[in-house]
């Protein structure tokens, strides 16, 4: 049986520092260095500035403790306005929190964020909640909602839902019943007709009723170095002063690049309307 507590542990142990404008992660660890500090300092006058980016990076600094004491109830509250602007790392991040830190307990909270940055295309948010409805441990249990965001973990390339997904045909839990999206994926690859030399290579379902997932053969590797943070800091910090979101119709607002017509909380609107709307909604 897999533990969803234990697996979310995990997860927060290896979380990795992503979700900036280019396709980069490093892993942060706790540093005071001046040079940790001084990078803490910089982003903090971002932060300043309302960026969505420096909101987020600023609730991860505070809790691994990057240039400055580790200070977890600051970290929630980065990461807690980071995806009030809609930050999908944030919702991501704030979800965690929800589910597993101390203090912050809330289930009902974290699916909620959860289901923002899946909605969104955030792929762990999504494994995640395939473990929960699958489980019942977080939520009640339920394999259709299970099967939902598995196959949408899958679609998005997530190595960790696919190998719960291979967990759960290996022990015949999914059926055309019980997961319906995941079972016609599986039955879909079962049927795919290869090369001899692909089903050489990589075959796609074993005997053994172990899953192959198919990978991007097609695509060249190219070996790279990782970039460290400070590369990273550098340059999402040059990013930023060089191309900040658009300003224009920023007025009423606390967000750069956010106008009133995309925040609730500085619009004014007719009674009836909102009565109309809240109606309409519910």
């Known amino acids: 049986m897999i533990n969803l507590k234990l697996c979310i542990i995990v997860l927060i142990t290896t979380i990795m520092f992503t979700g900036f404008n280019q396709a980069q992660a490093a892993k942060l660890e706790p540093c005071m260095t001046q040079t940790c500090v001084d990078y803490f300092n910089k982003w903090k006058k971002m932060s300043y500035r309302k960026y969505n980016t420096a909101l987020s990076v600023m609730g991860e600094l505070y809790y691994q403790g990057y240039g400055t004491e580790k200070d977890i109830d600051k970290s929630f509250k980065y990461f807690r306005k980071a995806?009030?602007?809609?930050?999908?790392?944030?919702?991501?991040?704030?979800?965690?929190?929800?589910?597993?830190?101390?203090?912050?307990?809330?289930?009902?909270?974290?699916?909620?964020y959860l289901k923002k940055a899946a909605?969104?295309?955030?792929?762990?948010?999504a494994f995640l909640l395939a473990l929960s409805y699958g489980t019942?441990?977080?939520?009640?249990?339920?394999?259709?909602?299970?099967?939902?965001?598995l196959a949408k973990a899958i679609n998005g390339k997530n190595s960790k839902a696919k190998k719960y997904a291979s967990y759960l045909h290996h022990n015949?839990?999914?059926?055309?019943?019980?997961?319906?999206?995941?079972?016609?994926?599986?039955?879909?690859?079962?049927k795919q007709t290869v090369s001899k030399e692909q089903l050489e290579s990589t075959e796609l379902v074993a005997d053994n009723n172990t899953i192959q997932w198919p990978t991007d053969s097609d695509i060249e590797v190219i070996q790279v170095s990782a970039p460290t943070v400070?590369?990273?800091?550098?340059n999402e910090l040059a990013y930023l002063r060089i191309n900040p979101p658009p300003s224009r119709g920023t007025t009423g607002t606390r967000i750069v690049g956010k106008t009133c017509a995309d925040m609730v909380s500085c619009n004014a609107v007719d009674k009836a309307d909102f009565e109309r709307l809240i109606t309409q909604l519910w």
Request: hydrophobic share 25%; charged share 35%.
């Open 230 to 234: 400070e590369d990273i800091f550098d």
């Open 136 to 149: 019942g441990e977080l939520t009640d249990k339920d394999t259709q909602e299970s099967d939902k965001w």
């Open 172 to 190: 015949g839990e999914i059926t055309h019943d019980s997961y319906p999206k995941v079972a016609t994926m599986i039955q879909l690859l079962s």
């Open 83 to 112: 995806a009030r602007y809609k930050y999908t790392y944030a919702e991501y991040r704030t979800a965690i929190f929800y589910l597993s830190e101390e203090g912050y307990i809330d289930n009902d909270d974290g699916i909620k």
């Open 119 to 125: 909605r969104k295309g955030h792929s762990q948010s």
